[in-house]
């Protein structure tokens, strides 16, 4: 029988609603190449790669009656052109265009009933640039072993890597008959898993809660900042079905600056200039903000050793384990070098203590997988997250050293993390060949002003910059 979705995974296909559609985005920046890097070449790039990963050209089937969690079957009707797809940008074709052309495309749920992924070559963006727009469903994301589609099109040289040509026949569609019978069977062999589908699938959260209460268990218990409610923010209401993004751009080696002079790490500036950025948008809004005025950040990072950033031979990977803090940030602080010390200690005091959430930890909490570590915070189980945490900040080490696609220079690459339900924004951010880039997903309502935060983070650097030597 076809494999099956993991409780877990299938909850995200169930629970799935118009305000919180479930998919984690990227958006890559090209510089076109002389050569050309039009639609035709990136559809000839990718049904090349496609068989790198079988799962972008299976879908979802459900069992009749939710008997059983769904299985993943072959399309027998697959449609590369469906999934690839083309837009353009009118003159100028400015970063502000793209990113509301990002927000429209996130803003839409997926198809179910093709395979939960699409892609999109975005044209006509100033200076000879072209965007590339990718979508995957979070259901996809079922181990530490997945990969995306975005991540097998690179290369680590303007000449392709050669991918050996593979003949795909999809499988024979199993019939309802056959489900039912296989869910008949299963529900002999463990007769509770029947009731526990039928919750899920019937919209009860709780049930999905209940699966993983072992795992947040743990998470809460390593974690004492968490045993607190997190204070009350505009970044906690309720969302509508539309998206804001913007971006920001910064160097690594400030950030290095920095590290060394106030012996941190590069994480613990990035949570200092997230602080002081979101310190002034709250004071632009006119919030009150008072010397003890805490943000509730959950902060997945990805773990690698002692290096900063991963060597040649590990291009293309995001690393196979992953610690998660619940670190309180300190906007109320004028001061950004007491920020900072402040965000330094509670990271050394949750290292220090061995607070770190394991990678087996958060699988069973988010399905991590590499590629789309910038998801797990927004993995947690509907509802939770107001209450614990205010915003999920996801930090992932890229390559120091281009990457290409079809001959393509990436020159940038600005993640998309899902909002959770009554989460109005993330943040996530990715260090590639000597740049850090932000990206801000927020809510169209609560969130009209998430470009005049994304502008506060270079204010928010030099600020910190400024107390270097």
């Not at 999109?120 to 996809?140: D, N």
Request: glycine share 8%; aromatic share 6%.
């Amino acid at each position: 029988m076809p494999p099956r979705l993991s409780a877990l995974d299938a909850s995200f296909l169930y629970l799935e609603q118009p305000t919180t559609p479930m998919h984690v985005g990227a958006v890559s920046i090209f510089r076109r190449p002389r050569a050309g890097f039009d639609y035709d070449r990136l559809v000839e790039l990718v049904d090349q790669r496609i068989a790198l990963v079988p799962r972008y050209r299976q879908k979802v089937r459900y069992v009749p009656g939710n008997l059983a969690r769904p299985v993943w079957i072959d399309d027998p009707d697959f449609d590369i052109a469906y999934h690839v797809r083309r837009s353009a940008l009118p003159k100028p074709g400015s970063d502000g265009q793209l990113t509301e052309l990002v927000a429209r495309l996130m803003s839409r749920p997926l198809d179910h009933t093709r395979p939960l992924w699409e892609m999109y070559l975005v044209e006509g963006l100033a200076r000879g640039r072209t965007a590339v727009v990718t979508k995957t469903h979070q259901a996809m994301v079922d181990g530490i072993s997945a990969i995306d589609i975005g991540q097998v099109i690179l290369d680590v040289s303007p000449e392709p890597r050669t991918v050996p040509d593979q003949l795909w026949m999809p499988r024979p569609e199993p019939s309802s008959a056959e489900l039912v019978l296989d869910a008949l069977t299963e529900a002999v062999a463990r007769p509770g898993e029947v009731i526990d589908n039928a919750r899920v699938a019937a919209g009860d959260a709780m049930a999905t809660v209940g699966k993983v209460a072992g795992a947040f268990g743990q998470l809460f218990t390593m974690a004492r900042t968490a045993t607190r409610p997190a204070p009350g923010t505009p970044l906690n209401v309720d969302i509508s079905t539309q998206r804001r993004f913007a971006i920001a751009r910064t160097e690594l080696e400030s950030y290095r600056k920095i590290r060394a002079a106030h012996g941190c790490s590069v994480n613990d500036v990035v949570l200092g200039v997230v602080s002081g950025a979101l310190r002034n948008w709250l004071l632009s809004r006119g919030e009150p903000v008072g010397p003890s005025s805490r943000l509730r950040a959950m902060v997945p990072l990805s773990v690698r050793g002692e290096a900063d950033v991963p060597s040649s031979a590990t291009a293309g990977t995001l690393g196979n384990r992953v610690s998660s803090f619940i670190v309180d940030l300190p906007v109320g602080e004028p001061s950004p070098v007491v920020r900072l010390h402040h965000v330094t200690h509670a990271m050394r005091e949750h290292t220090s203590r061995g607070q770190s959430v394991g990678a087996d930890t958060l699988v069973r909490i988010g399905g991590f997988a590499p590629p789309t570590l910038h998801a797990l915070g927004a993995r947690a189980a509907s509802g939770i997250s107001k209450r614990i945490f205010n915003v999920v900040v996801t930090n992932v080490p890229g390559p120091q050293f281009p990457l290409y696609a079809a001959g393509a220079r990436m020159l940038e690459m600005f993640p998309v993390v899902p909002l959770a339900k009554g989460q109005a924004l993330a943040i996530g951010l990715t260090s590639y060949d000597g740049g850090v880039f932000y990206g801000f997903n927020g809510d169209r309502d609560a969130m009209s002003d998430v470009d005049v935060l994304a502008g506060m983070v270079d204010e928010a650097l030099d600020e910190l910059l400024a107390t270097v030597g």
